[in-house]
Antibody, heavy 116, light 113 residues
Framework: EMQLVESGGGLVQPGGSLRLSCVASGFTFHHYWMDWVRQAPGKGLVWISRIDSDGSGTSYADSVQGRFTIFRDNAKNTVYLQMNSLTLEDTGVYFC?????????WGQGTLVTVSS | DVVMTQSPLSLAVTLGQPASISCRSSQGLVHSDGKTYFHWFQQRPGQSPRRLIYQISNRESGVPDRFSGSGSGTDFTLKISRVEAEDVGVYYCMQGTHWPPYTFGQGTKLEIK
């Protein structure tokens, strides 16, 4: 069975950092692009970042460019999102998503709360 | 960035009746490879989103055939032929043709009347 399990969320002060992890199982991880999508409380879905299958190419939303870094360890079937200089607007549930010509599998999400 | 505009933003439907959600993109979504990377997602209350329809009209495995997608160019539609209680949630359209960024519609909340 395919699974994406996120972790690393929590409460952090403005200006702080967090690293999210997403462990994949049930499919050949190194064959797929992976993405992170954010959902602020009560709001819609916003794409944050993408990484291609071997980690050589990445893309970011303008809102996180220069603050967030996506990377992966294919030996550990894990994709990460390093989040620095967090602001109140970064609060939300962060979903790890498999990107196979679109977002075909989603994790359960991990909640990040930025608050003083 | 491609703007995705959904309508209506909320919808109340009687059980067994049809429902229709529209999504319009600010530019055409045909990729240079000839495919159209336009998808529909369902997010039930308290759950993660799941993809219902990919590339305009292809149902994901396990999606009931009462769900159908259609459209071309900049105008797309999701139809539910007979709404059931389990269909309650928020529906999002998304384009993956012109990226970055991938962009979603605002979401349409479906409720039972």
């Amino acid at each position: 069975e395919m699974q994406l399990v996120e972790s690393g969320g929590g409460l952090v002060q403005p200006g702080g950092s967090l690293r999210l992890s997403c462990v994949a199982s049930g499919f050949t991880f190194h064959h797929y692009w992976m993405d992170w999508v954010r959902q602020a409380p009560g709001k819609g879905l916003v794409w944050i970042s993408r990484i291609d299958s071997d980690g050589s190419g990445t893309s970011y939303a303008d809102s996180v460019q220069g603050r967030f870094t996506i990377f992966r360890d294919n030996a550990k079937n894990t994709v990460y999102l390093q989040m620095n200089s967090l602001t109140l607007e970064d609060t939300g549930v962060y979903f790890c998503v498999r990107d196979h010509y679109g977002f075909d599998y989603w994790g359960q999400g991990t909640l990040v709360t930025v608050s003083s | 960035d491609v703007v995705m505009t959904q309508s209506p933003l909320s919808l109340a439907v009687t059980l067994g009746q049809p429902a229709s959600i529209s999504c319009r993109s600010s530019q055409g979504l045909v990729h240079s490879d000839g495919k159209t990377y336009f998808h529909w997602f369902q997010q039930r209350p308290g759950q993660s989103p799941r993809r219902l329809i990919y590339q305009i009209s292809n149902r994901e495995s396990g999606v009931p055939d009462r769900f159908s997608g259609s459209g071309s160019g900049t105008d797309f539609t999701l139809k539910i032929s007979r709404v059931e209680a389990e269909d309650v949630g928020v529906y999002y359209c998304m384009q993956g043709t012109h990226w970055p960024p991938y962009t979603f519609g605002q979401g349409t909340k479906l409720e039972i009347k």
